[in-house]
């Protein structure tokens, strides 16, 4: 199997130091995603000395290192690339993982992770801009996508139209199996309203 994850040599080597300096015999690092596959995955990376690992873990030898892989995250750690760029300060880690919030999806992956990826991946981040989010609530058996919109959509006016025109279109084209959508928000609360 491909490992998922890329850890650079300089990274290897700054953790390398670091655990090194716990002098616990056999330490190593283990990598998992908080909530992964929503808006608010996030990346850690944390020390793990024996006996910590879960049994699920997938365990990778490195030539400086030991990493062991949260069973969970590892979908979502695909194309995920651990540097360290070391300057005057001492350095950073960094950790991107592109796949965190949603993992790759193709053909053959279930259709709800599919809408759920061009929610997150083209169809959020636009609306961010106007502090909306629009959230898959349902699939239901005519493979209608009951969708939630939140923050500045909510009691929106234009809703209704950039719901239709934009959000489907949008939807529909890249998962042709999708017979439409429907929206479960009561527009008539405008309290959070982005255009009154």
Same mark, same amino acid.
């Given at each position: 199997?491909?490992?998922?994850?890329?850890?650079? /040599?300089?990274?290897?080597?700054?953790?390398?130091?670091?655990?090194?300096?716990?002098?616990?015999?056999?330490?190593?690092?283990?990598?998992?995603?908080?909530?992964?596959? %929503?808006?608010?995955?996030?990346?850690?990376?944390?020390?793990?000395?024996?006996?910590?690992?879960?049994?699920?873990?997938?365990?990778?030898?490195?030539?400086?290192?030991?990493?062991?892989?949260?069973?969970?995250?590892?979908?979502?750690?695909?194309?995920?690339?651990? /540097?360290?760029?070391?300057?005057?300060?001492?350095?950073?880690?960094?950790?991107?993982?592109?796949?965190?919030?949603?993992?790759?999806?193709?053909?053959?992956?279930?259709?709800?992770?599919?809408?759920?990826?061009?929610?997150?991946?083209?169809?959020?981040?636009?609306?961010?801009?106007?502090?909306?989010?629009?959230?898959?609530?349902?699939?239901?058996?005519?493979?209608?996508?009951?969708?939630?919109?939140?923050?500045?959509?909510?009691?929106?006016?234009?809703?209704?139209? %950039?719901?239709?025109?934009?959000?489907?279109?949008?939807?529909?084209?890249?998962?042709?199996?999708?017979?439409?959508?429907?929206?479960?928000?009561?527009?008539?609360?405008?309290?959070?309203?982005?255009?009154?």
């Amino acid at each position: 199997m491909s490992q998922p994850i890329q850890i650079t /040599d300089n990274a290897q080597e700054y953790l390398a130091e670091l655990l090194a300096k716990q002098n616990v015999e056999g330490i190593a690092v283990r990598i998992f995603i908080t909530q992964p596959g %929503t808006p608010y995955a996030e990346t850690c990376l944390a020390y793990c000395r024996p006996g910590e690992e879960e049994p699920s873990d997938e365990r990778l030898d490195l030539d400086k290192i030991t990493v062991y892989l949260e069973k969970n995250s590892i979908a979502f750690l695909e194309e995920a690339v651990v /540097d360290f760029n070391p300057d005057r300060m001492g350095g950073q880690l960094t950790i991107k993982a592109p796949n965190a919030k949603m993992p790759k999806v193709n053909a053959d992956s279930p259709l709800e992770d599919r809408v759920n990826y061009v929610l997150y991946s083209e169809i959020n981040p636009g609306l961010a801009a106007h502090g909306g989010e629009i959230r898959l609530m349902q699939l239901t058996e005519e493979n209608v996508a009951v969708l939630q919109f939140g923050g500045g959509c909510q009691g929106c006016a234009a809703v209704d139209i %950039t719901l239709k025109d934009g959000v489907e279109k949008t939807l529909v084209e890249r998962v042709p199996e999708l017979a439409g959508i429907r929206d479960v928000t009561d527009h008539t609360d405008d309290t959070n309203a982005y255009y009154r």
